[in-house]
């Protein structure tokens, strides 16, 4: 069996003390995959970004709000797993400055400079050891195979599984399951608890060692 480290939810990236950037995911994908891996005997670490569910009482949760807390997190959990399952969507911008008081209205237009943040599954999937695996998600609007597979390339992932904005805060979900090859391993449809059953069974095959 495998220690497995799971990133989940979404990040906040604060523009003053009350107002922050972030994006609509839920953690429902992460809590299914952690449900699942816990099922058939595999010990789960979560990394998690602000959430409304509760996830498996079987599983170590380490809450975070940037995406910056994320990486941190994870990096110093992946050294003690085996594997990772990046299936958090991050919050891919910040704010160069975080206002110290609440952003007054002014009947201006507001102007905000934003700058990315650190990519927390390029960041791991390229600081790998031999004896890791790393599968990550593709959320995207257009080019969806040629994004995915680039994303898979960049960040040294094993697996990546490719799915559409329609899955974020959804019960149900359709995603298609692809390897370095460009090869589809697998595709899925349905309740996120049932897709996350076969993601896992595909990462099974290919990454874990039985």
């Known amino acids: 069996m495998a220690r497995i480290l799971i990133t989940s939810g979404p990040t906040r990236q604060y523009l003053d003390p009350v107002r922050y950037l972030t994006n609509a995911s839920s953690g429902l994908m992460g809590r299914s995959l952690a449900e699942a891996a816990i099922a058939v005997g595999h010990e ?3 990394v998690s970004g602000p959430v409304e569910i509760t996830y498996p ?3 170590s949760v380490i809450d975070v709000v940037s995406t910056e807390e994320m990486l941190e997190a994870a990096e ?3 050294q003690e797993c085996d594997g990772l399952i990046g ?3 991050p919050c891919d911008y910040r704010p160069i400055r975080v206002e110290d008081s ?3 209205k002014t009947g201006a237009p507001l102007i905000l400079h934003l700058i990315e943040t650190p990519d927390v599954v390029a960041t791991l999937g390229n600081r790998k050891r031999k004896d890791q695996w790393v599968v990550g998600f593709a959320l ?3 080019d969806h195979r040629f994004r995915a597979l680039r994303k898979l390339e960049e960040k040294s992932c ?3 599984v490719l799915n559409s904005p ?8 359709e995603v298609e399951v692809l390897d370095p090859s460009g090869s589809t391993v697998n595709s899925f449809r349905g309740p996120k608890p049932e897709v996350a059953e076969g993601i896992l069974l595909a990462i099974q095959s290919r990454c874990i060692e039985t």
């Open 140 to 142: 995207e609007t257009e």
């Open 87 to 89: 299936v958090a969507a």
């Open 44 to 46: 789960v670490v979560i």
């Open 166 to 173: 329609s899955a974020m805060h959804a019960l149900e979900t």
């Open 158 to 160: 094993d697996l990546i």
């Open 102 to 104: 609440k952003i007054a």
């Open 57 to 59: 009482s079987e599983a």
């Open 76 to 78: 110093q959990a992946f």
